[in-house]
């Protein structure tokens, strides 16, 4: 982490007052790009491979995040922490909305402050969190894109080793549990950022 303006401690501000249960500014070079991580959309495939304009091989990458580290220099990192049971039912849906929805409205705040290219990534297909009754992304059609507001891309695609994020964030990636004769009461997380320039 390092030292933040009035304007970036603002945005952490805003974030815990969204429902962050983390947030933090780091140096947007202090995020480790891993050109094998984006490769594991396409193999195995995962199920939303293609299917949005914000998922692989749609989104320009490693490479092109690469770029972006270099033109936005600070980086907001937000974490949700929720029981684990959630990622393993259709609660999982909901948490994604709010995710992407999180970091959108992180994004937008940080332009209202002047810092009009920054750039919000969430976890998880937009497809299937806001247009899973669609039988495709519109955008990928020449169309709109139907959520602009909250759809933004994710992390996956771009090669990005989240764990090693939280860990430049100071915090644990592994919760243990409280009580291990009660597997619901373990913890989890999704995490996003917002490269803000």
Avoid at 11 to 24: P, Q
Avoid at 35 to 55: E, G, H, V
Avoid at 56 to 80: H, M, N, T
Avoid at 134 to 159: E, W
Wanted: aromatic residues 8%.
């Amino acid at each position: 982490m390092h030292d933040s303006t009035p304007d970036l401690q603002h945005l952490i501000e805003l974030a815990y007052k969204l429902g962050a249960s983390n947030a933090a500014i780091l140096s947007s070079s202090q995020i480790e790009i891993r050109d094998p991580l984006a490769l594991k959309c396409s193999q195995p495939r995962c199920t939303n491979y293609a299917q949005s304009f914000s998922c692989p091989p749609y989104v320009s990458g490693p490479a092109g995040f690469r770029e972006l580290v270099k033109q936005l220099p600070d980086a907001l990192v937000v974490r949700l922490v929720v029981p684990a049971t959630m990622l393993l039912s259709w609660e999982r849906f909901e948490l994604g909305r709010v995710h992407h929805e999180l970091v959108a409205r992180l994004e937008h705040a940080a332009s209202k402050l002047g810092y009009q290219k920054s750039r919000a990534f969430a976890g998880g297909s937009c497809k299937e969190l806001f247009c899973q009754e669609y039988l495709s992304c519109q955008r990928l059609n020449g169309g709109t894109c139907r959520h602009p507001d909250l759809a933004r891309p994710s992390l996956s695609g771009y090669g990005v080793d989240v764990f090693k994020l939280l860990l430049s964030c100071g915090w644990e990636t592994h919760f243990k549990n409280q009580d291990p004769k009660n597997p619901d009461d373990s913890l989890a997380w999704v995490a996003g950022l917002v490269l803000i320039g």
